[in-house]
């Protein structure tokens, strides 16, 4: 089982940028993406950015070009830089770890961004 802790989060106005960090412990297996989703009351959770352990990145549309997700294999850690923040981006965000072979998924708790116009 892997536990993830986040970190970063908080409030910041349009245009400034936040970083977002989540670190992974447990059972850690080599073949695994690590990605954020982000999710409003209401809402579907819905994918932001993910990226595998072999460096493959997948981001949603509303965010390429402004969102960068990177990863240290060594400190089991994933980020999420957050350039040019929207009043839209405003969510509660989730860490991910997809284990590859199983499909198994572990989820953090949940940190919030909220960006005031």
């Known amino acids: 089982q892997v536990q993830l802790v986040e970190s970063g989060g908080g409030l910041v106005q349009a245009g400034e940028s936040l970083r977002l960090s989540c670190a992974a412990s447990g059972r850690i297996f080599s073949d695994n993406a690590m990605g954020w989703y982000r999710q409003a009351p209401g809402k579907q959770r819905e994918l932001v950015a993910t990226i595998t352990s072999g460096g493959n990145t997948n981001y949603a549309d509303s965010v390429k070009g402004r969102f960068t997700i990177s990863r240290d294999n060594a400190k089991n850690t994933v980020y999420l830089q957050m350039n040019s923040l929207k009043p839209e981006d405003t969510d509660v965000y989730y860490c991910?770890?997809?284990?590859?072979?199983?499909?198994?998924?572990?989820w953090g708790q949940g940190i919030q961004v909220t960006v005031s116009s």
């Open positions: 991910n770890f997809y284990h590859i072979a199983t499909g198994l998924r572990s």
